[in-house]
């Protein structure tokens, strides 16, 4: 699932491209009024015709090309807005259009393979309904693979019908859109009709996609905001994130904060569902950690406020007259974490997120779920899924538990990502360069296959240094932690509230002790709480408005 919300993504390098999305050749001849550019992501931003774009919204390459006295000159080229009749041929085979002036002839193609509009196959021969008059065309090529990307030509007769429409498109800022939008750009989400239009919603720029949503930095009122827009199909998916967002009582320090939802769209692009989110400039957690190292301090506050984040999504309580419920997130990753300016963290992308049953109420079966089994299994990210999710072992009579616990898994790898990049717990202060979780074992794109031989037929878990720990803290209160959480056993793990109890605990003996300045050989380490053995952990849910007490639950049975 998608969920960063960063600017870090305005930056070239550092864009994050889905590799299922069509690349095709972009071109806009000189003079050709308006652009497609918002349609994708141009690749090459160098002065010169060869390009290529990533498609936003379709699989489905486009090509114009005017044929005058025989002879063939492209007008332009890109992406589609959307997979038309045609976008299926492998090749770029055009039909003529229009004749913007005596002895020319538009010929326009479509068709979804990569860099399949860079040359047309041939131009229909003379004779043909619609060829350009008495004269054979000559099949000259279209240019070089390369040649450049995107969108419609400037022939008079369809130049007055773009000006029409360009007037109107909803007027947007940061993001000018073409006037000559493909054919279907104006159809509006015939699902949205219940949703608000966002007129003063601006867009800016794209700055993460994945497969369900394309995310935006823009301004909303003059806020700077992180725009979620979900194409037609995904509307499934926009109606599961809204839902969970607008629970009462989900705000949060550490919990994305959402602003509202809508529908919209930059320029002369559709309008789609949308969710407006805060924008948060540091990036993800992967970004972040790729980029900087930590020291102990900023590690542990990165740590305690991620698991502060989940043990709040994981407790049901009331608050301030509202009942808000457990939720199990379903989809932790370094990707779907977000870094704030103090450097403590916000969870995000709720996208696969559950609410839970109450505890008032016996484990659940999977069976009373709506979708059943196989909507408790659906999962996220591989790299991050709990071995019972793997081996698809999930207990699906008690499933609320048992997410929660995947959950945990979860969060037990993003803690190691953090870690690995604190320089206090290496001798000479130089972390290693940021590895996902397994990337070390299995490279930066593991297959189910191998994740499962990995962490469930051998039980690996990614490498814990063993300079990681020092006397002043806990000799063994890192490592512990960490095999607390990530055990292959759900019933042994931590709750997410013990994790944050272990952490703070962490950091009060760190200024107790003035770690990291040194380690000396040091008094005793105090002992941790939340040992899962101890069933002390503590669940405080309000049992209604005006009551505050806790009730003790064994950490096998609720978190």
Known sequence: MLGTLGLWTLLPAVAQVSPNRRTCVFFEAPGVRGSTKTLGEVLDARPGTPKSIRCLYSHCCFGIWNLTHGQAHVEMQGCRDSDEPGCESLHCDPIPRAHPRLGSTLFTC???TDFCNANYSHLPPSGDPGAPGPQDPQSTSGGPVWM??????MFLALLMCSVILAVLQRKTCGVQGGSDPEPGAG????DCEELPELAELCFSQVIQEGGHAVVWAGRLQGEMVAIKAFPPRAMAQFRAERAVYQLPGLQHDHIVRFITAGQGGPGPLPSVPLLVLELYPKGSLCHYLTQYTS???SSLRMALSLAEGLAFLHEERWQDGQYKPGIAHRDLSSQNVLVREDRSCAIGDLGLALVLPG????????ATQPGGPAVILEAGTQRYMAPELLDRTLDLQDWGTA?????IYSLALLLWEILSRCSDLRPDRRPPPFQ???????GSNPSACELWALAVEERRRPRIPSTWSCPTTDPEGLRELLEDCWDADPEARLTAECVQQRLAALAYLQVASSFPESCPSAPGSAPLPCRPQQASCHLSVQQGPGSRSPQPVSTSVHV
């Open 403 to 407: 997410l929660q616990r995947a959950d």
């Open 359 to 366: 505890l008032a109420q016996p484990p659940a079966s999977a």
């Open 295 to 297: 020291d102990w301090g």
């Open 148 to 153: 450049a990307l995107l969108l419609l030509g």
């Open 110 to 112: 479509s068709c979804g």
């Open 436 to 442: 996902l979780a397994y990337e070390a074992e299995l």
């Open 187 to 190: 159809r509006d989400c015939g």
